[in-house]
């Protein structure tokens, strides 16, 4: 019989065939930074994410507020803005439209110095890292921040053939990611920036 141990392995293996056998079948490797990608993922508030909101020429009117459960906030002269699942210049710009109201041509930017949202705002590790989990995504993060999170790669894993899964336009996309090369090697030409939502899979090596 089949001990608890080898069937958890098991089935982790399996998840891990489907997540892949799911995405396009023609990996090539994560682009750099400053790639076309770049500008396909925008980050979309949620609640618990907390915003620097700077109003310019008016200190009084600039703040930090966390967004609600109910994904609203509320800042000086601003009651109850609904600010869920919306990029962050477009908060701004409803900021901006709502102090219109008592300011004359206010300009407004928003900062999230805090990303705390949903679970498919996240970047998601799974397979053979350390302590494979779900970390909150933030701005700037790269894959050497996500494995130095997860605490690095695993004894048996394959950190070159590691896979990242990405939406782009709307649409899943499978790369290559070269972790092994990145953390055992340190070569820091292989460390790529992370989007929101980014799933990692690092699978075992054959020996």
């Known amino acids: 019989m089949l001990n608890f141990k080898k069937v958890k392995f098991l089935f982790s ?3 891990l065939s489907v997540l892949i056998g799911c995405t396009s079948s023609g990996s090539q490797l994560l682009p750099d930074t400053d790639s076309a990608t770049k500008n396909n993922s925008s980050y979309l508030i949620g609640p618990g994410d907390q915003l620097q909101i700077f109003v310019w020429r008016n200190p009084d009117l600039s703040t930090s507020v966390t967004v609600r459960p109910d994904g609203r906030i509320s800042s000086p002269l601003i009651d109850d803005l609904d600010v869920s699942n919306l990029e962050p210049m477009i908060v701004a710009k409803l900021i ?3 102090l219109s109201t008592f300011i004359r041509t206010p300009r ?3 900062m999230v110095s805090g990303f705390n949202s949903t679970l498919e705002q996240q970047i998601r590790v799974l397979g ?3 302590n494979p989990k779900t970390l909150p995504y933030r701005s700037g993060m790269t894959l050497l921040d996500v494995m130095i ?3 690095g790669l695993s004894d048996f894993a394959d950190g070159d053939n590691a896979q ?3 939406k782009v336009n709307g649409e899943t996309q499978q790369y290559i990611v070269e972790l092994d090369s990145l953390i055992r090697d340190g070569d820091i030409s292989k460390n790529r920036a992370v989007q929101p939502g980014d799933t990692i899979i690092i699978p075992e090596a054959w020996f």
């Open 96 to 98: 901006e439209d709502r």
């Open 13 to 15: 293996a399996l998840m």
């Open 128 to 130: 053979n890292a350390t």
């Open 164 to 166: 990242l899964i990405r």
């Open 149 to 151: 999170a997860v605490q």
């Open 108 to 110: 407004v930017s928003i």
